[in-house]
């Protein structure tokens, strides 16, 4: 078999880089030598207009010209191997994409060149700050929850404490002070007990050091200690971890189930089943309560913490369902385990 010619060579790698669909641009100290397809495309150029251009005319920014200068020494680099840069073209002046830019020492022609190649990350940088606005809108949620938990239920209490403890000041009646007294005593009882929920609501420390099932086992015990609600907990995962924002995302939308039951539903008892099976993690949640009305439930609304539950379902890649089941609403949830939702310890 003869050899393919050096000419022969080069328009076959030709060939192959045009069938790119990656912007590429070959240049010799800082002129343009080779220009793919892709390139043509997105510049706007014939291939006549751009070879033997200087890449500081081709890459100049009408609104920014200090980053023009900013992207021209960064192609010019033949050491630079990624780095993340924003384009805006002379003839596109309102499209700005963001690229990633890989330069590669090669040989052309004979010469020493640069091969600069563009990958066009624009979707993916916008949807990093869609979700990046979706976690800083759910952790506003939790700040403003946090603000009302202070403020509607320890609130109250303490000032009564304090009430109870201003008639002590100028109580005579010894019988009426030591009511009073232990009435301040239960009062503050009842703070501790509030303060540590929302404590525990605030930074499950457990989940951090023991995992989701030890941290919900003993927030569900705190409710029942304090006798705030009653719930049956029931659990296959023995100690199973997954990664800290599963397990996170998890605690609070289930935390979140158990508030919705005691504010608005009216129910005295909860059931919350977690199980592990064929890589899907499980919630299954109902109460005693009035529960959801399924037929008309908007999953868009953002009424009774739906929203917020909505919202982490979504941030952690799981689905949920509302099903009527014995006259009781279900609340279901379900989330795929991948590789890169194990715990790493």
Do not use: W
Not at 61 to 88: C, G, H, K, M, W
Not at 206 to 234: D, R, S, V
Not at 244 to 265: A, D, G, P, W
């Amino acid at each position: 078999m003869a050899k393919r010619s050096k000419a022969g060579n080069e328009n076959h790698y030709k060939t192959l880089v045009d069938s790119l669909p990656n912007p590429i641009l070959i240049h010799v100290e800082g002129k343009v030598v080779y220009a793919n397809d892709v390139i043509l495309e997105f510049t706007g150029f014939s291939k006549e207009e751009i070879i033997g251009k200087d890449l500081a005319d081709l890459l100049i920014d009408p609104v920014d010209t200090q980053n023009s200068r900013s992207l021209y020494d960064l192609f010019i680099n033949p050491a630079l191997t990624e780095e993340e840069i924003e384009i805006r073209t002379p003839n596109r002046r309102v499209v700005l994409k963001t690229f990633l830019l890989r330069n590669k020492r090669i040989r052309y022609e004979g010469q020493d060149a640069v091969m600069s190649i563009l990958h066009d990350i624009t979707e993916l940088k916008s949807l990093e700050k869609y979700v990046l606005s979706k976690v800083i809108e759910t952790e506003e949620k939790e700040r403003k929850r946090f603000a009302a938990d202070l403020h509607d239920d320890l609130g109250p209490t303490l000032s009564s404490a304090k009430i109870r403890l201003g008639l002590l000041e100028n109580s005579k009646d010894p019988d009426r002070f030591a009511e009073d007294l232990q009435k301040c005593k239960e009062l503050l009882t009842e703070s501790i007990g509030k303060m540590r929920i929302i404590a525990n609501n605030l930074m499950p420390r457990l989940i951090e050091n023991y995992g989701l099932e030890a941290a919900l086992n003993q927030f569900m015990k705190t409710m029942h200690q304090e006798g705030i609600f009653e719930i049956e907990f029931i659990s296959n995962l023995d100690g199973q971890r997954f990664s800290k924002q599963v397990e996170l995302h998890f605690y609070r939308i289930i935390c979140e189930l158990i508030n919705n039951t005691i504010k608005h539903s009216g129910a005295s008892r909860a059931i919350v089943k977690l199980n592990f099976s064929k890589n899907v993690l499980r919630v299954c949640y109902t109460d005693n309560g009035k529960g959801y009305n399924v037929e008309t439930l908007d999953l868009k609304s953002t009424g009774m913490g739906i929203g917020n539950i909505l919202q982490r379902v979504k941030l952690v890649g799981g689905t949920i369902d509302f099903n009527k089941k014995d006259g009781k609403t279900e609340v279901e949830i379900c989330k795929e385990i991948e590789p890169g939702d194990r715990f790493e310890g």
